[in-house]
């Protein structure tokens, strides 16, 4: 579908998606999800998908966690995967040497810039952790690995420090500079302002956004972002990480691609799947209307909704549910409306009269206003009653 036909004010956005990457952490920051713990088959499968759904990078964990998270790692690291396999490090030399013995691609190395994390956490001066983190972008470089450098709480850090330290960090050899929105506190004018201000300072490093969703904006700041100049988006299957989460995979997905007609080259088919895989590894519920792939986002029962989608799908759906996996579904209940119910009696080879038809209407109203959910037993039992009333 051209973006033109879902809505003719939306922006398209004019960049090369070659050089657009969607980085993945569900197996790292989503993990962090409090209560979630990923095995070895879980995390193998995550992966196997995220790579089949054609995700370019892959950020498999973070090394320093446990011996048993490394062994974890290095085996899915001798998968023949085509993404880019990165684990997160802190700006020691140890982390790295642990993410190397894991065999990965590249790292994601972090530090705390923010006169809160200054202060509180680290005890430490900005110039302190700067060389800190160039040292460990030296190290790592020195070992071939791709590398990510993200300053932790880059949105509450002041932005002559957040600009110097990510132009040092480009000159010893980062090839990513991420902006993370650690506590999600960013708006998307702010976020497409610090992207476009780095990107004016930068040579050559892309810019990447790790957003968090404690306002609910993940989603929107990721895409602000990449607006003002990011060209890598941080994501997590369901939004699962801490707190709040981190910017939905599938929402940023399909966003994308169908507001902003940007042509990802991703088996989108495979979305729900991985959507209800992660949601059964996690053990985290996800609603039934969760954008994109709660399980009843393509359901119907207004009368008047139901009508318009049984002659044509879009005039109540952003696009087919067929696209990403998912199905459509017509619900009975106090808002149906004839045409449903014709279409299903017909289905099952029953044709009534309107007056009939009219009366069936009127029982699934009043049974569903009595809190009874019309499944299909109940919706049989009132077509036999109506039918029987008659006789």
């Known amino acids: 579908m051209s973006w033109k036909e879902v809505c003719p004010y939306n922006p398209k956005l004019n960049i090369d998606v070659e050089d657009l990457y969607i980085y993945d952490t569900t197996l790292r920051d989503g993990e962090q999800t409090p209560g979630v713990c990923f095995n ?3 995390k193998l499968n995550i992966a196997r998908k995220l790579d089949e759904l054609g ?9 320093a966690v446990s011996d048993r998270e490394r062994e974890i790692i290095k085996k899915i690291a001798e998968e023949d995967l085509n993404a880019d396999l990165l684990v997160l490090s802190r700006a020691l030399k140890e982390d790295i040497d642990k993410a190397l013995y894991c065999d990965v691609d590249g790292i994601i190395t972090f530090i705390a810039t923010s006169p809160l ?15 800190m983190g160039m040292k460990a972008i030296e190290y790592a470089k020195d070992h071939d690995l791709f590398v990510a450098f993200s300053a932790e709480d880059a949105t509450r850090t002041p932005l002559e420090d957040l600009i110097r330290i990510h132009k040092n960090a480009e000159s010893y050899g980062a090839d990513r500079v991420h902006i993370a929105d650690t506590t999600g506190s960013s708006t998307p004018q702010s976020m497409y302002y610090l992207c476009s201000e780095l990107k004016k300072n930068l040579k050559k490093a892309h810019i990447g956004v790790h957003c968090h969703n404690d306002f609910g904006f993940a989603v929107i700041n990721s895409i602000y972002g990449v607006m003002g100049g990011a060209r890598a988006i941080s994501t997590t299957v369901n939004g699962l990480g801490e707190r709040a989460g981190n910017a939905p995979l599938e929402e940023v997905v399909m966003a994308l691609m169908v507001l902003y007609d940007l042509d990802l080259k991703l088996n989108i088919s495979l979305l729900k799947e991985l959507s209800k895989m992660v949601e059964e590894y996690s053990k985290v519920s996800l609603p039934v209307n969760k954008a994109i792939v709660g399980d009843r986002v393509f359901y119907h029962e207004s009368g008047i909704h139901v009508d318009g989608v049984l ?14 996996g998912h199905n459509r579904g017509i619900v009975f209940g106090k808002h149906s409306g004839c045409s449903a119910v014709d279409r299903k009696l017909r289905n099952m080879g029953i044709e009534v009269s309107k007056e009939d038809l009219l009366k069936i209407v009127k029982k699934i109203k009043d049974t ?4 009874e959910d019309i499944e299909e037993e109940v919706f049989k039992k009132i077509v036999k009653e109506v039918i029987k009333e008659n006789k």
Do not use: A, W
């Open 311 to 324: 002659e044509h799908p879009l005039t109540y759906e952003p696009f087919l549910p067929e696209k990403i």
């Open 40 to 42: 070895l088959e879980e």
């Open 368 to 371: 569903k206003e009595k809190g």
């Open 117 to 131: 994390h200054l202060k509180y956490k680290l005890h430490k001066t900005i110039n302190e952790v700067e060389e």
């Open 55 to 63: 995700i370019k990078q892959i950020e498999l964990g973070f090394p």
